[in-house]
């Protein structure tokens, strides 16, 4: 049984040499000691604060209304250089925003914003109803659904069939970040390094 169990256990019991003595193996030690260069150190301690960022804003969105996360996913579409407005008459089941995918207004995208705790794990009845809603008057062929909570696997499915884009409460972070809505800059750092055309030779 232990054979079947620790075949490796077997081998070492079977390493003796003429003397009946066991041979024991050096065992095989890494050291990882490679110093962290100072740009993986910046990158790192610049991941933490963005990590950091993103758990205050996630926590900042859900203290808001409804209607301001409706907004401030509208200014975010904005920023992202799409043209929008949040819809006139929003509801549960309706439409939250219309952005234009196009300059000149030719395509629509509606939009979808749930301000629920991240916690929620949304699934496919949502997504349904969403669907839905695309239906129109107008009817889109493409949805935007914007939550800080999360999405289920069946409706990530759900959506892809049905040419609708998921964005969840660490995506939204991610872009709120990126784009520069509801952060700003607290302070810039220039990395610089060698100009080697500088000092090359030019004979």
């Avoid at 003429?18 to 150190?41: F, K, L, M, N």
């Avoid at 799409?82 to 995918?101: L, M, Q």
């Avoid at 008057?137 to 949805?143: A, F, N, Q």
Wanted: include cysteine; charged fraction near 25%.
């Amino acid at each position: 049984i232990l054979a079947q169990q620790c075949p490796t256990f077997v081998e070492f019991y079977q390493r003796k040499n003429i003397d009946g003595v066991s041979v024991v193996p050096a065992p095989t030690v890494v050291h990882d000691d490679t110093p962290e260069t100072p740009q993986e150190t910046f990158d790192r301690v610049y991941s933490l604060i963005n990590d950091q960022l993103a758990d205050d804003l996630l926590t900042a969105v859900l203290e808001q209304s409804p209607a301001f996360f409706e907004q401030l996913v509208v200014d975010l579409m904005k920023a992202m250089d799409y043209d929008g407005f949040v819809a006139k008459y929003s509801g549960d089941d309706g439409i939250d925003g219309i952005i234009h995918e196009d300059k000149l207004g030719f395509n629509l995208i509606y939009i979808q914003a749930k301000r629920w705790k991240t916690d929620i794990t949304i699934g496919k009845p949502e997504l349904q109803k969403f669907a839905g809603a695309m239906m129109g008057p107008p009817k889109v062929e493409k949805g935007l659904f914007i939550t800080t909570a999360k999405f289920s696997p069946k409706a990530k499915e759900y959506a892809t069939a049905q040419h609708i884009i998921l964005v969840d409460g660490k995506k939204l972070t991610e872009l709120m970040i990126e784009y520069g809505v509801g952060v700003s800059t607290q302070k810039a750092y220039l990395i610089k390094r060698i100009d080697s055309d500088y000092f090359s030779d030019n004979d």
